[in-house]
C-alpha cells in the first residue's frame, strides 16, 4: 500500500498527490510514468511522474479528473493508501549536451514538462517555456516554472491571462527573432503537439513528443500502446513515452485514442451513480 502523503486540488478540474513509494523515488527521472491503482478493483491506467523528492522517498502525481479511474483515485484522501502503484517505466528523457531549449506544455501536460523543465535547468541549460491553458481559472504550477525558466511565456485560449493565443504562436514568434534552440519539446495534447511539430519542422528544429496512448500493462506485451513512428510500429510504454515528433503519425494516435469513449463514458456514469447512492 502506498500512502497519499499530501493532496492538493490546483484548479476545479486537477488535483496534486504527494505518495509515499521510496523505491520508486530514488530511481525515477523526468519522462518515466507510474501505473497505479487507487483501489483493489479500480483500472489501472498510467500517469506520469511530476516530480520527485529522493530524500523524503515521495513521488508527485497530477491529475485530471476525467474518467472513472481518476474518480475513483479523487475519492482517497491525505493519510489513505493507493492499493498499487508500480514504476518508475518507460524510457527518461534525454536531456544530456542540451544547451537551449524551449519546453512546450499544453494543459495538464505541463504537469510532464515541468518535471523535464526543472531537469534541464539544473543542468546548466538555458530554458524558455511556452505553457499554455484554455482560461485563467484551469493554469497550474506557474510559480514552479518560473524557478526553472529563463523565460517563460503563459498562454491562455481566451486572453483571461497571459497572452491570448495558441503555444504554437508564441513558439513560432520565439524561433523567428532568433532564438536556436537545440531542441524543442512538446507535452500536452495530441492536437497540440502535432501543431507544434509543424511548425518547427518548417525551421528544422529538432522535435520531442510525450506520448500518452491508452495503456494496460505498462510492459509492451498488450499492444494496446501502439504507435507509428516513421513507419514503424512502437509501443510508447517501453520504446517511449519520447519521440521525434517529426516523426509520429499524429492523425493515427488520435483516432486510436477515441477508440474507448463509449467505455470510459459508462465508467463515469457507474461512479457518478455510485456516489449518487452513497450520498444517499
Not at 260 to 278: G, S, T, V
Request: with cysteine.
Amino acid at each position: 500500500m502506498f500512502k497519499i502523503v499530501s493532496k492538493e486540488h490546483l484548479n476545479p478540474t486537477v488535483t496534486k498527490m504527494v505518495i509515499e513509494a521510496p523505491f520508486i523515488a530514488k530511481k525515477a527521472e523526468p519522462g518515466q510514468f507510474i501505473i497505479f491503482r487507487a483501489l483493489e478493483d479500480s483500472e489501472r491506467i498510467p500517469l506520469t511522474i511530476a516530480d520527485t523528492d529522493r530524500e523524503a522517498g515521495t513521488v508527485t502525481i497530477i491529475y485530471q479528473i476525467v474518467g472513472g479511474a481518476t474518480m475513483e483515485l479523487d475519492t482517497l484522501e491525505a493519510g489513505q493508501s493507493l492499493h498499487d502503484f508500480v514504476g518508475p517505466l518507460g524510457v527518461p528523457t534525454h536531456t544530456d549536451g542540451l544547451k537551449k531549449v524551449c519546453v512546450v506544455g499544453g494543459g495538464v501536460g505541463c504537469a510532464i514538462a515541468y518535471p523535464v523543465t526543472k531537469k534541464l535547468h539544473n543542468q546548466g541549460c538555458e530554458v524558455h517555456a511556452v505553457v499554455g491553458f484554455r482560461s485563467k481559472d484551469l493554469v497550474i504550477l506557474e510559480d514552479e516554472f518560473k524557478q526553472v525558466s529563463d523565460k517563460l511565456v503563459m498562454m491562455t485560449d481566451d486572453g483571461s491571462y497571459g497572452e491570448k493565443g495558441l503555444v504554437t504562436a508564441a513558439l513560432e514568434r520565439l524561433i523567428t527573432e532568433g532564438n536556436q534552440y537545440d531542441e524543442v519539446i512538446a507535452i500536452g495534447p495530441l492536437v497540440m503537439m502535432k501543431f507544434v511539430c509543424a511548425v518547427t519542422k518548417k525551421y528544422g528544429v529538432k522535435t520531442v513528443v510525450s506520448m500518452n496512448p491508452i495503456m494496460i500493462d505498462g510492459t509492451g506485451m498488450c499492444g494496446g500502446c501502439r504507435l507509428t513512428v516513421g513507419g514503424e510500429t512502437k509501443f510508447a510504454c517501453v520504446d517511449g513515452p519520447d519521440f521525434d515528433g517529426h516523426l509520429v503519425d499524429f492523425d493515427e494516435a488520435m483516432k486510436r485514442s477515441t477508440m474507448y469513449r463509449d467505455f470510459e463514458q459508462h465508467a463515469r456514469d457507474a461512479h457518478c451513480n455510485l456516489m449518487n447512492k452513497e450520498v444517499k
